[in-house]
T-cell receptor, first 116, second 112 residues
């Protein structure tokens, strides 16, 4: 079965520090990859997605992610974090059913706290 | 577009009672998903509908859980009888096949 691993469960950074959150997936075929963010008390919102093409994907709020097929990885990065980036971040992979349709499998999430 | 609408936002119920969670997907989306979020298990897919038909219910914990999608604009997730271990945030999401999901605001369920 498809699985998604996020290596860091809790990350604490100071404002302006650089961020990199790790994500690895297990599926060997064609994958669609996503990063979602969940601000405190809110629902999940899409940060960015990768379907094909340029493996360096840029998303909202200055986030980007790099798809490295040989490493089965899709790490999230931001050069300089802000206090407002405090949230939980989820990596997800979309897999397809043989008969049609798809589902998202999520990692366990990384809780990011940015301190002033 | 109002997004995915879930109700209620919060539900507190006593063990043994029936609980019904509701979801209105985005108009035109052909897929609907119910997820459960807990601290221990993260986000788990409970059930997936495509064009109103249940495609994958392998994530439904047990027979106490049931989900329906009578039409393209409405879905319910029912727990009967509810137990304290069902306490979680339940999210509904909808999508068009080739794109990301749009999540609702979730229902925070507490079973006491």
């Amino acid at each position: 079965a498809q699985s998604v691993s996020q290596h860091n469960h809790h990350v604490i950074l100071s404002e302006a520090a650089s961020l990199e959150l790790g994500c690895n997936y297990s599926y060997g075929g064609t994958v669609n990859l996503f990063w979602y963010v969940q601000y405190p008390g809110q629902h999940l919102q899409l940060l960015l997605k990768y379907f094909s093409g340029d493996p360096l994907v840029k998303g909202i709020k200055g986030f980007e992610a790099e798809f490295i097929k040989s490493k089965f990885s899709f790490n999230l990065r931001k050069p300089s974090v802000q206090w407002s980036d405090t949230a939980e971040y989820f990596c997800a992979v979309k897999t397809y059913y043989t008969g049609g349709g798809n589902k998202l499998t999520f990692g366990t999430g990384t809780q990011l706290k940015v301190e002033l | 577009d109002a997004g995915v609408i879930q109700s209620p936002r919060h539900e507190v119920t006593e063990m043994g009672q029936e609980v019904t969670l509701r979801c209105k997907p985005i108009s035109g989306h052909n897929s609907l998903f119910w997820y459960r979020q807990t601290m221990m298990r993260g986000l788990e897919l409970l059930i997936y509908f495509n064009n109103n038909v249940p495609i994958d219910d392998s994530g439904m914990p047990e027979d106490r859980f049931s989900a329906k999608m009578p039409n393209a604009s409405f879905s319910t997730l029912k727990i009967q009888p509810s137990e304290p271990r069902d306490s979680a945030v339940y999210f509904c999401a909808s999508s068009l096949t080739e794109y990301g999901y749009t999540f609702g605001s979730g229902t925070r369920l507490t079973v006491v």
